[in-house]
C-alpha cells in the first residue's frame, strides 16, 4: 500500500484450471487529463473493492486506435495479462469510495483511477482463466516482486515497438455495487448472500458475496461438519472482526449436497459435506486474506470473537451459479 503509484500482486496462486490473484492498487491523489488513455484485458477479469480512499473511474465503451501492448513487458507478464491500449471513448463516469465494488470482465475498457481525491488502496481480484500471470505463491516472492519494482524506479525504459492493431473492446459492461448494498447484507446470525453474479468470458460467472457472521464459541474437540465445492475457488477479504478458521485436510463420510437447494444453486455450486479431518487452525482479522482453491475443506464459522463481515469474490468456471 504505497507510498508510490503501483498494482502490487500480494498473491497470484494456481487454482487448477487457471490462477487467481490478490492485488493491492494504490493512488496518490491525482487527476488524469481528457482524453483518456487507458486499457481492456483481454483475458483477466477483476472485481476491484476499495479499501480506503476516494475517487472517479472511467469505465466502459471502446478503444479509439486499439493496439496490443508489448506482450514481452514486465507489466504484461506480472499484472495485466494480455492487454490492448487506445483512447477512451464512450464510457460511463463512476464516483468510488471506501467499500464499494467494481467488477470489470475481461474486454472492458477501464480507469478505475482517472481522478483520486482523496489517496487509496483498493484490492484487485484477478482471475487469469489462461494462466497467464507470473505467480506469486508466498510472501517472500510477493516482497521479491516489490524490491523489483523499487529498483526500477528510475531507470529509463526501452521504447516499446508499435503495437499490432486490436479490437477496439469485448462483448461486456461493468457492475458497481455500492457499500450500501453490500451493507444491507450484513445481518442476521449466519448469513452467506449475493450481491452480485454477472457473466464473464471464458464460459465463466464471477460473484460477489457477504458472508456475515455474529460471535459464536467453538466446542474443543467436538466434530466440525464442514464442506468443499467441487468447482468454485474463492478469495475471503476480512472487512472487519476476528475468529479462527478451519481449513484444509480432508472430509470424512463425504456426501454430494442436493445439487437443487437453493444454496447450491445460489452460494455454493456443487459442494461436498462431511466430518473435516486434519485441518489447520487459522486465527483471522480485518484486513486478512484467504484464498480457498475449488476442493479445499473450509469453514469459516468455526469460531467468531467479534461480528465479521466478509467479502467473498467467486470464481465459478462453470456458470453453475445463478445469475444476481
Same mark, same amino acid.
Given at each position: 500500500m504505497g507510498p508510490t503509484r503501483g498494482d502490487r500482486p500480494a498473491r497470484v496462486v494456481n487454482i487448477g484450471n487457471a490462477n487467481l490473484g490478490a492485488y493491492i492498487l494504490h493512488y496518490p491523489a491525482m487527476k488524469?487529463?481528457?482524453?483518456?488513455?487507458?486499457?481492456?484485458?483481454?483475458?483477466?477479469?477483476?472485481?476491484?473493492?476499495?479499501?480506503?480512499?476516494?475517487?472517479?473511474?472511467?469505465?466502459?465503451?471502446?478503444l479509439e486506435n486499439p493496439k496490443w501492448?508489448?506482450?514481452?513487458?514486465?507489466t504484461t507478464k506480472e499484472i495485466t495479462g494480455p492487454t490492448?491500449?487506445?483512447?477512451?471513448?464512450g464510457y460511463k463516469t463512476?464516483?468510488?469510495?471506501?467499500?464499494?465494488?467494481?467488477?470489470?470482465?475481461?474486454?472492458?475498457?477501464?480507469?478505475?483511477?482517472?481522478? #483520486?481525491?482523496? @489517496? !487509496?488502496?483498493?484490492?484487485?481480484? &484477478? %482471475?487469469?482463466?489462461?494462466?497467464?500471470?507470473?505467480?506469486?505463491?508466498n510472501h517472500d516472492a510477493s516482497i521479491a516482486r516489490?524490491?523489483?519494482?523499487?529498483?526500477?524506479?528510475?531507470?529509463?525504459?526501452?521504447?516499446?515497438?508499435?503495437?499490432?492493431?486490436?479490437p477496439p473492446n469485448m462483448p461486456g459492461t461493468f457492475t458497481f455495487i455500492s457499500k450500501a448494498d453490500l451493507?444491507?447484507?450484513?445481518?442476521?446470525?449466519?448469513?452467506?448472500?449475493?450481491?452480485?453474479? #454477472?457473466?464473464? @468470458? !471464458?464460459?465463466?460467472?464471477?460473484? &460477489? %458475496?457477504?458472508?456475515?457472521?455474529?460471535?459464536?464459541?467453538?466446542?474443543?474437540?467436538?466434530?466440525?461438519?464442514s464442506f468443499y465445492h467441487s468447482e468454485i475457488s474463492e478469495l475471503y477479504y476480512v472487512v472487519r472482526g476476528a475468529g479462527t478458521v478451519l481449513i484444509g485436510g480432508e472430509l470424512e463420510n463425504a456426501t454430494w449436497d442436493d445439487s437443487n437447494s437453493a444454496s447450491i444453486r445460489t452460494v455454493r455450486g456443487p459442494s461436498v459435506n462431511g466430518t473435516m479431518?486434519?485441518?489447520?487452525?487459522?486465527?483471522?482479522?480485518?484486513?486478512?486474506?484467504?484464498?480457498?482453491?475449488?476442493?479445499?475443506?473450509?469453514?469459516?464459522?468455526?469460531?467468531?470473537?467479534?461480528?465479521?463481515?466478509?467479502v467473498r469474490a467467486v470464481v465459478d468456471p462453470r456458470r453453475s451459479l445463478e445469475l444476481k
Open positions: 488524469n487529463s481528457l482524453p483518456a488513455n487507458s486499457f481492456y484485458h483481454a483475458e483477466i477479469s477483476e472485481l476491484y473493492y476499495v479499501i480506503r480512499g476516494e475517487g472517479t473511474a472511467l469505465l466502459g465503451g471502446e501492448n508489448d506482450p514481452n513487458s514486465t490492448v491500449s487506445g483512447t477512451m471513448k463512476q464516483k468510488w469510495s471506501a467499500g464499494d465494488v467494481i467488477v470489470v470482465p475481461a474486454g472492458v475498457p477501464h480507469m478505475i483511477g482517472f481522478e #483520486v481525491t482523496v @489517496p !487509496n488502496d483498493i484490492l484487485r481480484v &484477478a %482471475f487469469d482463466p489462461n494462466k497467464a500471470l507470473k505467480l506469486v505463491p516489490l524490491r523489483a519494482e523499487g529498483q526500477a524506479q528510475g531507470q529509463a525504459q526501452a521504447a516499446a515497438a508499435p503495437g499490432k492493431a486490436a451493507e444491507a447484507l450484513m445481518k442476521g446470525n449466519i448469513a452467506d448472500t449475493p450481491a452480485r453474479v #454477472v457473466n464473464i @468470458p !471464458n464460459n465463466s460467472n464471477l460473484g &460477489a %458475496f457477504v458472508l456475515h457472521i455474529e460471535p459464536r464459541k467453538a466446542t474443543p474437540g467436538a466434530p466440525v461438519t479431518k486434519n485441518p489447520k487452525s487459522v486465527k483471522f482479522t480485518a484486513g486478512d486474506i484467504f484464498i480457498v482453491q475449488a476442493g479445499v475443506p473450509h469453514s469459516f464459522t468455526y469460531e467468531i470473537n467479534e461480528r465479521t463481515d466478509i
